[in-house]
């Protein structure tokens, strides 16, 4: 995991990803406890958890299966 941490004039600047939104947050908190920070921007982004699906294109089928209805005896 590559970080970027950046300080100019005493303002620290986050820059990487990270694996939840508590982390994020935590990250941040424990920047403004070094002693002259007045600021810090939390540049920081929460890793995505969603899946892709690929799905191939081509001809769509000939045929979409339909509900089938049933009949109580």
């Known amino acids: 995991m590559s970080s970027d941490v950046a300080v100019a004039s005493g303002e620290v600047t986050l820059a990487w990803e990270v694996s ?5 947050h935590r ?5 403004e406890l070094f ?6 921007q939390n540049n920081l982004r929460v890793r995505s958890t969603t899946k892709t699906v690929t799905v191939p294109l081509g001809n769509p089928p000939d045929k979409v299966a339909q509900p089938h ?3 109580r005896p």
Do not use: I, L, N, T
């Open 27 to 31: 990250a941040e908190d424990c920047a």
């Open 69 to 71: 209805s049933f009949e």
């Open 20 to 24: 939840s939104r508590q982390a994020k």
């Open 35 to 40: 002693s002259g920070v007045p600021h810090v």
